[in-house]
């Protein structure tokens, strides 16, 4: 088959999909719960994805031409091995972000009086089943579930008579910066920033825009559109707090929940019901867009002998190892997405700017310091973040995202230069020897 043969999508389609991937339960619930004790600035996390879409229309073009997922790129160059690594690393952090999307799914069922475990069960199915769909009914699918929930959140801003407020937002967003900590605006907005560009979910997408302007007017108008629904949940819950509706003892995460469900009357209520899983919507999106992407990383390894049966499989394998994760989740939901942010970033930035580096002529690095740099870096990286979930207190630079993109990034640069400069050496050391013969 030919690898150009699948590109039919019109820059509202791009757009479309590449929204929905972003536009989850960790960007509307996540930026809720922040709101409630950070105000607009909640909204960080929101608007880096944004801007982060902005800055992908200087790769896109890149990734339209080279077609392939980035761990095939780096394969190709650098070896299989590091074909793997950066396949697994890419895997990993989607079966976490994934398992965020099915917690956060259970948590708002939760307010209906669903029980957990059942629902978590229930999306993991779901999600599994829409990723196996052609990406073109999956465009048709997201498109309306997409306005579904704009329409139930703006309808609940309306109702709060909060619409006038949300012009002011972007304003006070602004100023509200310097409030945040440099630490937590560097490890939110910069992780974040850095996963859209090298992020292997939209790129799934962007190589089957139709032509260049179809991409281009895709990616801008896809995050043109999620900076302005960034800051819709922080408005939302403004327009709440004013009005005095949330319980003091309301968890973070129950916000948008709680104030949907009261807005159309109680869970008691077939508006307020609608309106609760209207919530669920973008998690059909996003999760089905993680495990869309996971399944292709396992594909594309040939692990397994050539089957139909294959896509099914290895959907329900992923789906049932990212409920495994939701059933341990746990802290904010920001802050646990940005960690597996920030695990990716640490190990695939080097071995991603050292190919940027070779392609454009600039300097190349030998294949051994490079796959040295990705073991040294991905298990720095993953350690770190496996001491931060279990104790959220140990942070060694700022915070726990910046600690592990510090540290496995900082780690893998210095593989990268020793290894370098060592066959440097010993590859004079090695001339000058024959030179004296």
């Known amino acids: 088959m030919n690898r150009y043969e699948n590109r039919r999508l019109s820059a509202f389609s791009l757009a479309t999909l590449l929204v929905s991937t972003y536009y989850g339960l960790g960007f509307l619930l996540g930026t809720a719960e922040k709101s409630v004790t950070s105000g607009v600035v909640g909204s960080l996390y929101a608007v880096s994805l944004g801007l982060g879409l902005i800055a992908l229309l200087g790769l896109a073009k890149f990734y339209w031409t080279h077609v392939e997922q980035i761990w095939t790129l780096l ?22 972000i994934a398992a965020v999307q099915m917690t956060s799914g259970a948590f708002i069922l939760k ?33 309306r579930l997409l306005l579904l929930n ?26 509200s910066i310097t409030l945040v900590s440099p630490w937590e605006l560097a490890g939110t907005s910069l992780s974040t920033i850095l996963l859209v560009l090298m992020d292997m979910k939209g790129q799934q997408f962007i190589v089957q825009a139709k032509d260049v302007r179809s991409l281009y007017q895709g990616c801008l108008l896809a995050a043109i559109s999620l900076l302005l629904l960034a800051l819709l949940p922080s408005s939302v819950v403004e327009a709440a707090l004013e009005a005095g509706i949330l319980p003091s003892n309301l968890d973070g995460k129950e916000t948008l929940p709680f104030i949907l469900s009261w807005i159309g009357g109680g869970i008691d209520q077939p508006l307020g019901i609608v309106l609760i899983i209207s919530l669920l919507v973008p998690a059909l999106g996003i999760g089905s867009s993680l495990l869309r992407v996971q399944n292709k990383t396992i594909l ?27 059933l341990n989740a746990g802290g904010s939901l920001v802050e646990l997405i940005v960690s597996f942010y920030a695990v990716y970033i640490a190990t695939v930035s080097i071995p991603f700017v050292a190919y940027l580096l070779a392609q454009a002529s ?32 140990f942070v060694v630079i700022g915070n726990g995202e910046v600690s592990i993109m510090c540290l496995g990034s900082g780690f893998g640069v210095l593989g990268l230069l020793m290894t370098q400069v060592v066959e440097r050496i010993f590859k004079h050391s090695t001339v000058v020897e024959f030179g004296r013969r």
């Not at 896509?311 to 495994?324: E, K, M, T, Y």
């Open 75 to 96: 394969g190709n160059r650098y070896g299989n091995s590091v074909k793997v690594l950066v396949g697994l690393m890419s895997w990993s952090a989607l079966v976490g």
């Open 111 to 143: 307010v209906l009086g669903a029980p957990v475990l059942p629902s978590m069960v229930g999306l993991a199915i779901l999600f599994a089943l829409i990723s196996l769909l052609p990406v073109e009914k999956a465009s048709w699918l997201c498109q």
């Open 150 to 175: 704009f329409l139930a959140l703006l309808y609940g801003l309306w109702a709060l008579h909060g619409l006038p407020n949300y012009w002011h937002l972007p304003r006070e967003f602004i100023s």
């Open 300 to 326: 594309d390894f040939n692990i397994l002998p050539a089957s139909n049966l294959n896509p099914p499989l290895i959907a329900a394998v992923n789906g049932g190892l990212s409920l495994a994760v939701a």
């Open 362 to 393: 600039i300097y190349t690095f030998s294949e051994l310091s490079v796959r040295l740099s990705l073991v040294v870096s991905s298990i720095i990286a993953v350690s770190t973040l496996v001491l931060t979930l279990i104790n959220p207190n």
